[in-house]
């Protein structure tokens, strides 16, 4: 005799084997904690062979390496927990910066029409006949000549005008400087200028990247001097 099977239950039957289709809805959790390992030994040992008993040895060893990597967990969260506060703390910091006038290594500075620019020329070795170039979006403005400098940093001025005399406006200006050393060849000079700072950003590595008013991008440690 066959048997009548409803609609109903063909629809219950196909909805079961779809729940069930889904292991992970039944999976249950693999991390294991120092209390499922110690109910794993407390079972081991109910069940063992009496005429083969645990080794004691083997009992203590378990139970320190298990000791030993939820210390290393614990140690872990702490050092991950520390880490993001730090990264927390950092970012707050960085903030304060924006707006700030700072001194980094760079060829881009910002200028006050009417006011005098300065800058630090950094020597690695001494050079003589030191030429700085000040030049804007349109070319050359103004040759400095330094004459000869020793190594190490040299502080040097510019009074805002071009060649004629005549004041610049505000804006963003380029650094070029340059001499001879003991060989008679032409070395490049780094520069460090002032400016502004608009953002700061947090690198991957933590570090801080500043974007400055004159569009460079400087990381943290190029910068020399911050001030108002």
């Known amino acids: 005799m066959s048997t009548a099977v409803s ?14 289709s889904n292991p992970g809805a039944f999976a249950p959790n693999t991390a294991m904690d120092q209390t499922d390992f110690l109910r794993l030994l407390t079972t081991q040992l109910k069940n063992q062979d009496p005429n083969k008993p645990m080794d004691p040895t083997n009992f203590v060893t378990d139970m ?40 980094a290594e760079g060829g ?22 030191v030429t700085v170039v000040v030049s804007d979006a349109n ?8 004459g000869d400098l020793s190594s190490g940093e040299e502080t040097v001025s510019w009074d805002g005008t071009d060649e004629s005399g005549n004041p ?5 200006y380029n650094l070029i400087a340059y001499g001879t050393d003991k ?13 502004k700072v ?15 008013a ?3 991008n400087v990381n943290m440690s190029a910068v020399r001097e911050i001030s108002e």
């Open 7 to 20: 609609n109903n239950s063909v629809s219950d039957y196909i909805s079961s084997t779809q729940n069930s």
């Open 64 to 103: 320190t390496q298990m000791s030993q990597l939820e210390a290393t967990n614990q140690l872990n969260a702490s050092v991950m927990s520390m880490t993001e506060g730090f990264q927390n703390l950092q970012t707050m910091q960085a903030s304060s910066l924006i707006g700030k006038s700072v001194l």
């Open 108 to 129: 881009e500075f910002s200028h006050t029409e009417g006011a005098e620019s300065s800058f630090k020329l950094n020597l690695d070795d001494a050079l003589t006949d």
């Open 139 to 146: 070319g050359a403005v103004k040759e400095l000549d330094i």
């Open 168 to 172: 610049m406006a505000d804006g963003v």
């Open 183 to 195: 060989d008679g060849e032409m070395q490049s000079i780094k520069t460090v200028v002032g400016t």
């Open 198 to 212: 608009n953002s700061v950003a947090i690198n991957s590595d933590g570090t801080m990247k500043l974007t400055l």
């Open 214 to 216: 004159t569009g460079e």
